[in-house]
């Protein structure tokens, strides 16, 4: 099992910066995918980036490609967000899934279906 703790999250201006977080407890990430999704009020869930548990493979969406970077170490995950944009305003969750349950990681990393979830940091870009 693994729990899963998102932080970092909070009000930005337009242009700004934040990192996100994700502690897990109970297990090693060593054998997971990570993802960070988010969803915005009214609007679907979506996947925002996500990185392989071994050779280091990432996933962006198109709209944040070049802005937002992911990484991982053993027990955490990290979002860096540069050039924030208030359409980027959502709650922002990560999630972890065995990686021998996944064929490509752009394919979960879109669909989202995950093994453990966090209960989410809310960003909110606003001048």
């Known amino acids: 099992q693994v729990q899963l703790v998102e932080s970092g999250g909070g009000l930005v201006q337009p242009g700004g910066s934040l990192r996100l977080s994700c502690a897990a407890s109970?297990?090693?990430?060593?054998?997971?995918?990570i993802g960070w999704f988010r969803q915005a009020p009214g609007k679907q869930r979506e996947g925002v980036s996500c990185i392989s548990s071994r050779d280091g493979t990432t996933y962006y969406i198109n709209s944040v490609e070049g802005r937002f970077t992911i990484s991982r170490d053993k027990n955490t995950a990290y979002l860096q967000m540069n050039s924030l944009k208030p359409e980027d305003t959502a709650e922002y969750f990560c999630?972890?899934?065995?990686?021998?349950?996944?064929?490509?990681?752009?394919?979960?990393?879109?669909?989202?279906?995950?093994?453990?979830w966090g209960q989410g940091t809310q960003v909110t870009v606003s001048s």
């Open positions: 999630a972890v899934i065995a990686q021998w349950k996944i064929t490509t990681l752009q394919t979960w990393c879109i669909v989202g279906e995950s093994d453990y």
């Open positions: 109970g297990d090693t990430l060593d054998y997971y995918a």
